[in-house]
């Protein structure tokens, strides 16, 4: 149960390639598959207000008739849940995973996941959950707060799987995004694809010392690694690199002392995340 790949599915629109990028995860890492299904007890009746003019037995009988409800809602929830996990454990065999585990726990979703994570080798979720399908200009509240309060990777992903064959890092030279780069050179998820290391910031000998030893961590472990220093503001030119390099998957560290940092965990939504179509690995 240690050290597992654990996705988070939902039902949305991106429940399929969480699927996917969970089972290419697992096969690349070598580590078992989970998919954990929560559903929230958040009542979704409103206990009304009983405290007018109606009689005892009235009201015993309202709060007896929205137990029922409340009750119904919670069983179709449950075995809603239970068909989600039945057709991501089919998908994932038909990716070669031979016995994924499936789970369904009750509770508020963040904590749930957070509960999990001693388990948990990587976290992947949709960039949005069920609840938002229509919030295409933004990234969904369970998002932000899975990014804060984890203490693992977590692999946000798009709508549609591809192996990522050109990878590309923000690197700002912090003490975690040194830890992110030699995680990226010696992690398996990577092997064989092209990994990129962007510096957004001036030309200056520090700089150009911070990416000279980040591509030699990349290409003593056997990558091929590219890098670049631009100036600019970060989602503009991170946008700017992707596009030029065919990337298709963003790393990025959490906790970083530079304009990346804010622009990661800043105290509006993340516009990097918000606006990406591509999957982010987020390292902690």
């Given at each position: 149960?240690?050290?597992?790949?654990?996705?988070?599915?939902?039902?949305?629109?991106?429940?399929e390639?969480?699927?996917?990028y969970?089972?290419?995860?697992?096969?690349?890492?070598g580590?078992?598959?989970?998919?954990?299904?929560?559903?929230?007890?958040?009542?979704?009746?409103?206990?009304?207000?009983?405290?007018?003019?109606?009689?005892?037995?009235?009201?015993?009988?309202?709060?007896?008739?929205?137990?029922?409800?409340?009750?119904?809602?919670?069983?179709?929830?449950?075995?809603?849940?239970?068909?989600?996990?039945?057709?991501?454990?089919?998908?994932?065999?038909?990716a070669?995973?031979?016995?994924?585990l499936?789970?369904?726990?009750?509770?508020?979703?963040?904590?749930?996941?957070?509960?999990?994570?001693?388990?948990?080798?990587?976290?992947?979720?949709?960039?949005?959950?069920?609840?938002?399908?229509?919030?295409?200009?933004?990234?969904?509240?369970?998002?932000?707060?899975?990014?804060?309060?984890?203490?693992?990777?977590?692999?946000?992903?798009?709508?549609?799987?591809?192996?990522?064959?050109?990878?590309?890092?923000?690197?700002?030279?912090?003490?975690?995004?040194?830890?992110?780069?030699?995680?990226?050179?010696?992690?398996?998820?990577?092997?064989?694809?092209?990994?990129?290391?962007?510096?957004?910031?001036?030309?200056t000998?520090?700089?150009?010392?911070?990416?000279?030893?980040?591509?030699?961590?990349?290409?003593?472990?056997?990558?091929?690694?590219?890098?670049?220093?631009?100036?600019?503001?970060?989602?503009?030119?991170?946008?700017?690199?992707?596009?030029?390099?065919?990337?298709?998957?963003?790393?990025?560290?959490a906790?970083?002392?530079?304009?990346?940092?804010?622009?990661?965990?800043?105290?509006?939504?993340?516009?990097?995340?918000?606006?990406?179509?591509?999957?982010?690995?987020?390292?902690?």
């Amino acid at each position: 149960m240690s050290d597992r790949v654990l996705a988070a599915i939902d039902g949305s629109q991106y429940s399929e390639s969480v699927c996917d990028y969970a089972a290419w995860a697992a096969k690349a890492l070598g580590a078992p598959l989970s998919f954990i299904h929560v559903l929230d007890n958040h009542p979704q009746v409103a206990e009304p207000d009983l405290t007018g003019n109606l009689g005892l037995g009235t009201r015993e009988h309202l709060l007896e008739k929205l137990s029922d409800i409340e009750e119904q809602r919670a069983k179709v929830a449950r075995e809603r849940g239970r068909l989600i996990l039945d057709e991501a454990k089919v998908r994932a065999k038909e990716a070669g995973i031979p016995d994924p585990l499936c789970l369904q726990r009750n509770g508020p979703l963040v904590e749930t996941l957070v509960e999990n994570e001693k388990e948990v080798r990587l976290l992947v979720l949709g960039k949005r959950g069920e609840t938002a399908l229509q919030a295409s200009g933004h990234i969904g509240s369970n998002l932000e707060r899975v990014v804060r309060e984890m203490h693992r990777p977590v692999l946000m992903v798009s709508k549609q799987f591809t192996p990522p064959s050109n990878v590309m890092m923000a690197f700002d030279g912090s003490k975690t995004a040194r830890k992110g780069v030699e995680m990226l050179a010696k992690s398996p998820l990577f092997a064989g694809a092209t990994c990129h290391v962007v510096i957004v910031g001036a030309e200056t000998a520090e700089n150009r010392s911070q990416l000279h030893w980040a591509l030699e961590i990349l290409q003593v472990a056997g990558h091929e690694a590219k890098g670049a220093i631009r100036a600019g503001e970060v989602e503009e030119t991170l946008r700017a690199y992707k596009q030029e390099q065919g990337i298709n998957l963003l790393v990025m560290g959490a906790y970083g002392h530079s304009r990346i940092r804010h622009l990661l965990l800043g105290s509006t939504t993340t516009a990097m995340l918000r606006n990406a179509h591509l999957p982010v690995l987020i390292l902690r």
